[in-house]
T-cell receptor, first 111, second 114 residues
C-alpha cells in the first residue's frame, strides 16, 4: 500500500514558468513533510520541508503548500530555470519512523 | 565536512553471487538508512538503524538481504545469491537524530546483476 502518492510522474515546463508537483498522503499521523531534489548520479538532497502547523512555507523560489483537511501538499517552483531540472521526491514521516517517499517527478525545464 | 560516502560506486556481479555494499555516514550521526532506487519506482526503504536500538528491518524484501552497522558508524548491506531483480541503485543516508530529522544521502551504489 503506497502511503504517499505523487503526481505527475514527469513534467516539462518552460523557463520562467511555474512548476507544480502534488502529493497526497493517507496516514493522518504524519507530521513532517519534506521535499527532496535529486540530480542524475547524485543522492537526493533536502530542498524544503513543512510541518502541519502551517499551511505554507517559502524559501526563495520554492514554496510548499499544505492542506491538512485534504491530506495533500504540493511543491511550487516559481520562475523555473533549466538548473532546476531534476527528480523531485515528496516524503512524509511521523515521530521516530523513517521517511516514506513518493515515486518521484522528473522535471525538465526547457529554454 | 565530509558527507555520506558509499563504496563501490558501481558493482557488476553474476546471478547467484553475494555482494557487500558499504556506507560511511556523517560522523556523529546516530541514524542510518538504506534505500533501493529502481527506475520509476522511487525510493524503497530497506532498513533503519537508530543508535543502539534494534534495527527496523521491515523494508528488507527477502531473507537474502541483511545489513549491519558496526560501532554505530559504518554499515554494510549484504545481498546473498543475487538475482537480476536486485539490480538497482542502493542509497545510504544518515541523520543526526533519526525520525523526521534531515537525511543526508550518499551518491549510491549502482548494482547490476547479470
Amino acid at each position: 500500500q503506497q502511503q504517499v502518492k505523487q503526481s505527475p510522474q514527469s513534467l516539462i515546463v518552460q523557463k520562467g514558468g511555474i512548476s507544480i508537483i502534488n502529493c497526497a498522503y493517507e496516514n493522518t499521523a504524519f507530521d513532517y513533510f519534506p521535499w527532496y531534489q535529486q540530480f542524475p548520479g547524485k543522492g537526493p538532497a533536502l530542498l524544503i520541508a513543512i510541518r502541519p502547523d502551517v499551511s505554507e512555507k517559502k524559501e526563495g523560489r520554492f514554496t510548499i503548500s499544505f492542506n491538512k483537511s485534504a491530506k495533500q501538499f504540493s511543491l511550487h517552483i516559481m520562475d523555473s530555470q533549466p538548473g532546476d531540472s531534476a527528480t523531485y521526491f515528496c516524503a512524509a514521516s511521523m515521530g521516530n519512523t523513517p521517511l516514506v517517499f513518493g515515486k518521484g517527478t522528473r522535471l525538465s525545464v526547457i529554454a | 565536512g565530509a558527507g555520506v560516502s558509499q563504496s563501490p560506486s558501481n558493482k557488476v556481479t553474476e546471478k547467484g553471487k553475494d555482494v557487500e555494499l558499504r556506507c560511511d555516514p556523517i560522523s556523529g550521526h546516530t541514524a542510518l538508512y538504506w534505500y533501493r532506487q529502481s527506475l520509476g519506482q522511487g525510493l524503497e526503504f530497506l532498513i533503519y538503524f537508530q543508535g543502539n536500538s534494534a534495527p527496523d528491518k521491515s523494508g528488507l524484501p527477502s531473507d537474502r538481504f541483511s545489513a549491519e552497522r558496526t560501532g554505530g558508524s559504518v554499515s554494510t548491506l549484504t545481498i546473498q545469491r543475487t538475482q537480476q531483480e536486485d539490480s538497482a541503485v542502493y542509497l545510504c543516508a544518515s541523520s543526526l537524530l533519526g525520525g523526521g530529522d534531515t537525511q543526508y544521502f550518499g551518491p549510491g551504489t549502482r548494482l547490476t546483476v547479470l
